[in-house]
């Protein structure tokens, strides 16, 4: 059974540093690509950004995010994590991890989501 637990959401004021984690489990960790979204409330999910399993130099991110936002991963701990620093208020919503076996920023494209995870920026 594949299981995605996100870690390490709150509340943080507006400049403010946070990194969130992805544990996964049941799943061939280093064969998949990971992927970062976040849904604001009353909006649709969005990309934020991915890391692909065969090059973890392949990242992409979505432009809101760029230059602020960085993805990594540990295989050896079956892991990804996103460290997010000089947040704003617009970056408020709840982030989720995902696994894909292919590469892209489409959310349709990946199989297993975890449930969660609260960042709530403050101005």
């Known amino acids: 059974q594949v299981s995605l637990v996100e870690s390490g959401g709150g509340l943080v004021q507006a400049g403010g540093s946070l990194r969130l984690s992805c544990l996964a489990s049941?799943?061939?960790?280093?064969?998949?690509?990971m992927g970062w979204f976040r849904q604001a409330s009353g909006k649709e999910r969005e990309f934020v950004g991915r890391?692909?399993?065969?090059?973890?130099?392949?990242?992409a991110y979505a432009d809101s995010v760029k230059g602020r936002f960085t993805i990594s991963r540990d295989n050896a701990k079956n892991t990804m994590y996103l460290q997010m620093n000089s947040l704003k208020p617009e970056d408020t919503a709840v982030y989720y991890c995902?696994?894909?076996?292919?590469?892209?920023?489409?959310?349709?494209?990946?199989?297993?989501w975890g449930q969660g995870t609260q960042v709530t920026v403050s101005s």
């Open positions: 995902a696994a894909s076996s292919g590469s892209t920023g489409n959310a349709k494209d990946y199989h297993y």
């Open positions: 049941g799943l061939t960790f280093n064969r998949y690509t």
């Open positions: 890391i692909s399993w065969w090059d973890v130099r392949s990242i």
